[in-house]
């Protein structure tokens, strides 16, 4: 009976082989045979899966945005009940992630950081992360949503934050304009308190102090 390989696993062994390289010798470390090594496997298995560097390096990038929102929180948007257990865990979920906390969250954003780095002289890199920028704030504002109430419709498109498609006066805070003012406001403070964090300069629990007085006005029973 033939051996049945699962090409996909092989493609995420590779990466995460190469996620090692990137995070011991940064980007321009990353060699088939850096990856190859780090893998345990041949080159020839490498340029197999990943016929150029460049495209292994691409593909490491599009798995960590694909593993991120694989983790992200589920199951709680502008239809739940709103400010129902759910949502509220959700919310805080999203809050959190920011946050390297451990040993395998900080090597994973020590990775991020090298890519958003590599992506101010790179676009296709700079691509990905603009998409996963937008679907995170997307999502930020969904979760604001069924925390608050709305109706789901809440216009994340507009990284400028203006709305424009809500007649609503945001008196409850539901409108378009309001809910993605909030996510950007704490998708912002989420990176800069991951980057303290990552530095040393302030602990995962302080900063997960400092989000959740910021969330406490919402989540407040």
């Not at 060699?31 to 080159?43: C, L, T």
């Not at 257990?85 to 994973?108: N, Y």
């Not at 950081?113 to 930020?140: F, K, P, W």
Request: proline letters at 3%; charged letters at 25%; hydrophobic letters at 45%.
């Amino acid at each position: 009976m033939p051996k049945i390989v699962d090409h996909a696993q092989r493609r995420t062994e590779i990466v995460h082989a190469l996620w090692q390289v990137i995070y011991l010798k940064g980007i321009d470390g990353v060699s088939f045979r850096s990856v190859a090594e780090a893998a345990g496997i041949s080159i020839g298995r490498v340029q197999h899966y990943f016929p150029s560097r460049s495209e292994l390096i691409l593909e490491g990038c599009r798995q960590i945005v694909d593993s991120a929102e694989a983790a992200g929180p589920e199951g709680a948007d502008a239809s739940s009940d709103p400010g129902s257990a759910e949502a509220v865990s959700a919310l805080r979920e999203f809050c959190f992630a920011f946050i390297p906390a451990g040993e395998t969250m900080r090597i994973g954003a020590s990775v991020w950081y090298t890519y958003v780095a590599r992506a101010v002289m790179d676009e296709q890199i700079a691509d990905i992360i603009r998409a996963s920028d937008r679907a995170t704030l997307e999502l930020g504002v969904r979760l604001y949503r069924a925390v608050v109430g709305g109706d789901g419709a809440a216009d994340a498109n507009d990284a400028g934050g203006t709305g424009g498609t809500d007649d609503s006066d945001g008196s409850d805070g539901t409108n378009g304009e309001v809910a993605t003012a909030w996510a950007m406001r704490m998708i912002a403070l989420g990176k800069g308190l991951a980057q303290e964090v990552m530095l040393d300069e302030r602990s995962a629990a302080s900063a997960k102090a400092i989000l959740e007085a910021e969330l406490a006005p919402l989540v407040a029973p």
